[in-house]
């Protein structure tokens, strides 16, 4: 069955300090792998997109990482802010079919 | 330049009534899509269409309708209402297949739907 995991389900870091979160998932043959950050009431928003061949892509102080041969991908985020507070949706597409992991819910605290 | 607008934002409905939440994109992408999320679970695909006038089924259809009238609107219907279609329900739009490379997928802010 294709799954997609999400770990931590929820985390709370301090305001600067570095994150990392996991998705491991059981989806196959996959064309790409996406995370999305979700802000409370609103909806996914497109982070970064990887493809097999990619083992990282980065957007700002969002770093995404791949490895295809274990089926894991991380999203670290540095220096975190405030704003950063939301729910990070892990995302593995194979054909046109998408798996939405979870997500894992990040609080970022002063 | 709007992006994907759903309304309403928040609905409230007794068991066995219909309504239809409405889905508008302005950015002329022939693929909409409406989604469920619900609380612990990933988003899951209800209905989707490929252009005006196709649609096709997701993974969760029963108890929905939807119909592609206008490249630019995507309305979901639910039939009769039951407490489990309580959920929040997204709306998606993206310029070709969703999954394709390079295309982004456009979501909307969503819609809060309580059944009793």
């Known amino acids: 069955k294709n799954q997609v995991e999400q770990s931590p389900q929820s985390l709370i870091i301090l305001e600067g300090k570095n994150c990392t979160l996991q998705?491991?998932?059981?989806?196959?043959?996959?064309?790409?792998l996406r995370w999305y950050k979700q802000d409370t009431g609103r909806g996914p928003v497109s982070l970064t997109i990887?493809?097999?061949?990619?083992n990282t892509k980065s957007n700002g102080r969002y770093t995404a990482t791949l490895d295809a041969d274990t089926k894991q991908s991380s999203l670290h985020i540095t220096a975190s802010q405030l704003s950063d507070s939301a729910s990070y949706i892990c995302v593995v597409v194979y054909g046109n079919k998408l798996v939405f992991g979870a997500g894992t819910i990040l609080r970022v605290k002063s | 330049n709007a992006g994907v607008t759903q309304t309403p934002k928040f609905q409230v409905l007794k068991t066995g009534q219909s309504m239809t939440l409405q889905c508008a994109q302005d950015?002329?992408?022939?693929?909409m899509s409406w989604y469920r999320q619900d609380p612990g679970m990933g988003l899951r695909l209800i209905h989707y269409s490929v252009g005006a006038g196709i649609t096709d089924q997701g993974e969760v259809p029963n108890g929905y309708n939807v119909s592609r009238s206008t490249t630019e609107d995507f309305p979901l219907r639910l039939l009769s209402a039951a407490p489990s279609q309580t959920s929040v329900y997204f709306c998606?739009?993206?310029?070709?297949?969703?999954?394709?490379?390079?295309?982004?997928?456009?979501f909307g802010e969503g819609s809060w739907l309580t059944v009793v």
């Open positions: 950015m002329n992408h022939e693929y």
């Open positions: 990887m493809t097999f061949s990619e």
């Open positions: 998606a739009s993206s310029y070709s297949g969703q999954g394709a490379l390079g295309n982004t997928i456009y």
């Open positions: 998705c491991n998932y059981t989806v196959s043959p996959f064309s790409n």
